[in-house]
């Protein structure tokens, strides 16, 4: 069974840091694009950042841009979001998505859209408030 699993989440001071992790099982995560995105209370579903499968490419929303890094460890099976400054705007649910088809470019939003992807996990809560 395929499956999701993140962790990292927890409640930080406005400019701190956390690093969240999305682990898989059931199947190998260098097989597929990944992607994180997040859920505010009222909010519409967003995404933040993508990799490809292979890890070049890479993807983040302007909103944070310069704060949050993407990177995967395939040798682990966990993809990570690196986030520093973080600001209680970027309070919400962080969920990580994964897909098998490649993405033709990682230019635009296309694969932070939440539409692309086929796996989900159940969501870690970042909380950033003073």
């Known amino acids: 069974q395929l499956q999701l699993v993140e962790s990292g989440g927890g409640f930080v001071q406005p400019g701190g840091s956390l690093r969240l992790s999305c682990a898989a099982s059931?199947?190998?995560?260098?097989?597929?694009?990944i992607g994180w995105f997040r859920q505010a209370p009222g909010k519409e579903r967003e995404g933040v950042s993508c990799?490809?499968?292979?890890?070049?490419?890479?993807n983040y929303a302007d909103s944070v841009k310069g704060r949050f890094t993407i990177s995967r460890d395939n040798a682990q099976n966990t993809v990570y979001l690196q986030m520093n400054s973080l600001k209680p705007e970027d309070t919400a649910v962080y969920y990580c998505?994964?897909?098998?088809?490649?993405?033709?470019?990682?230019?635009?939003?296309?694969?932070?859209?939440?539409?692309?992807?086929?796996?989900w996990g159940q969501g870690t809560q970042v909380t950033v408030s003073s």
């Open positions: 059931g199947f190998t995560l260098d097989d597929y694009a």
């Open positions: 990799v490809s499968k292979s890890g070049p490419s890479t």
């Open positions: 998505a994964a897909r098998s088809r490649r993405f033709p470019y990682y230019r635009g939003n296309i694969c932070r859209t939440t539409a692309e992807y086929d796996y």
